[in-house]
């Protein structure tokens, strides 16, 4: 099993940044893709960003392309994801999730970390 720990939530301005971490931990080996997933009050969950554990490969939601980034440090088995310019419909509460080896969903998922932008 693999746990997986959000931080780096909190309050911010329109047009400030945040950056959140997702450390993995257990069988943090087993991890092929870690990504990013947001949920809004009374709204679906959606996904944000991902990106390989291998090769740094990285997908982004239309939504945040060219204002979040997805990097990772396999040393530390964690994976960033920084926010610049959020805007208030940015605020959400923010999950990093994994696939392990020879999966093929997200199957393994953090408690979540709150994002709130004030106007």
């Known amino acids: 099993q693999v746990q997986l720990v959000e931080s780096g939530g909190g309050l911010v301005q329109a047009g400030g940044s945040l950056r959140l971490s997702c450390t993995a931990s257990g069988r943090a080996d087993t991890i092929v893709r870690l990504g990013w997933f947001r949920q809004a009050p009374g709204k679906e969950r959606e996904f944000i960003a991902t990106?390989?554990?291998?090769?740094?490969?990285?997908y982004y939601t239309d939504s945040v392309k060219g204002r979040f980034t997805v990097s990772r440090d396999n040393a530390k088995n964690t994976v960033y994801l920084q926010m610049n310019s959020l805007e208030p419909e940015d605020t959400a509460i923010y999950y990093c999730?994994?696939?392990?080896?020879?999966?093929?969903?997200?199957?393994?998922w953090g408690q979540g970390t709150q994002v709130t932008v004030s106007s």
């Open positions: 990106i390989s554990r291998s090769d740094s490969r990285t």
């Open positions: 999730a994994a696939i392990r080896a020879g999966r093929e969903s997200y199957d393994n």
